[in-house]
């Protein structure tokens, strides 16, 4: 970093501001993560954080395929969907087919996660879902399974949320060290 003292301090300030808006959830995480975004660019780094623009444009912009998703997505994006029956009902799916079907990649922009309280699979993708069941399943009852609806709960998305939150937290920690140690 080549800062002369006063945009140094300026910097540390932003930074210390920010990991305090953080935790007082005084500005929504989009808002938090285009000021980290900023202080990269303030210290010549924007190129070393690219998790921040995938974070704010979902990763979708550079994982193409759901298998790149799952590999590439961080821990706190990593859940379950949950499948119900056309009456509401939770269905239970055997193991096997949940580790195909049932792993979900959250790969929304963040903006996206804070204003939903459900994600939902479309009915394309569940045709094709109870297509695959019905052909594949084990027994006549697993074979006879129709998913109406897919979801992640809204309990979920606030994990992933609170996973962003710590990941954003450990960088702020870090900027403000390595600005308080110059």
């Known amino acids: ?10 910097v540390l300030q932003l930074a210390k501001t920010t990991s305090i808006e953080l935790l007082e959830e005084t500005k929504s995480l989009h808002d938090i993560l285009i000021i980290c975004k900023n ?3 303030l210290l010549q780094i924007s190129d070393k954080n690219p998790w921040i623009d995938l974070e704010l444009n979902g990763y979708l912009v550079k ?3 759901r298998d790149e998703l799952y590999e590439n997505l961080p821990y706190y994006r990593k859940t379950s969907w ?6 509401g009902n939770v269905i ?10 049932g792993k979900s990649i959250i790969y929304h922009p963040i903006h996206e996660l804070e204003s939903k309280d459900q994600l939902t699979i479309g009915n394309q993708f569940l045709e094709k879902f109870n297509k695959f069941i019905s052909e594949h399943g084990m027994d ?10 897919a979801r992640i709960s809204k309990e979920e998305i606030t994990q992933v949320l609170e996973g962003l939150k710590n990941k954003t937290q450990e960088f702020l920690d870090t900027m403000i060290s390595l ?3 110059d």
């Open 1 to 10: 970093m080549t800062l002369n003292n006063e945009s140094k301090e300026t």
């Open 39 to 41: 202080i990269c660019k």
């Open 63 to 65: 994982y193409k395929t």
């Open 82 to 87: 949950k499948f119900y029956d056309l009456y």
């Open 92 to 101: 239970t799916l055997a193991p096997d087919i949940m580790d195909l079907f």
């Open 140 to 149: 006549y009852a697993s074979k006879s399974v129709r998913i109406q609806e």
């Open 179 to 181: 600005l308080e140690s």
